[in-house]
Nanobody, 124 residues
């Protein structure tokens, strides 16, 4: 089993920044990719960013490209999401997830383990 715990969410004004963290524990040796997804009220869960755990390759949704950065600390089994220039439309519950080896890594159903989510609210 894998446990994922997110932190760092909160309320921020438009144009501000937040840094989300996701600490993984348990069977972390089988990580293929880590991803961040978000879900706003009344909407489906959508891809935000992903990182290949072995090669470090990153992928971003067009809506966050240039504003968000996904990174990792392999020693700490932690993945981060630095969010800059936040917009009200970024408001959502943000989830981190672990992928054990299924492509594409931008698809939520290809992830095996999920965190509990952290709320990000951006005021205008």
């Amino acid at each position: 089993q894998v446990q994922l715990v997110e932190s760092g969410g909160g309320l921020v004004q438009a144009g501000g920044s937040l840094r989300l963290s996701c600490a993984a524990s348990g069977r972390t040796f089988s990580v293929y990719a880590m991803g961040w997804f978000r879900q706003a009220p009344g909407k489906e869960r959508e891809f935000v960013a992903a990182l290949g755990w072995i090669n470090g390759n990153t992928h971003y949704a067009d809506s966050v490209k240039g504003r968000f950065t996904i990174s990792r600390d392999k020693d700490k089994n932690t993945v981060y999401l630095q969010m800059n220039s936040l917009k009200p439309e970024d408001t959502a519950v943000y989830y981190c997830a672990q992928n054990g080896g299924v492509e594409p890594i931008t698809t939520p159903r290809n992830y095996d383990y999920w965190g509990q989510g952290t709320q990000v609210t951006v005021s205008s």
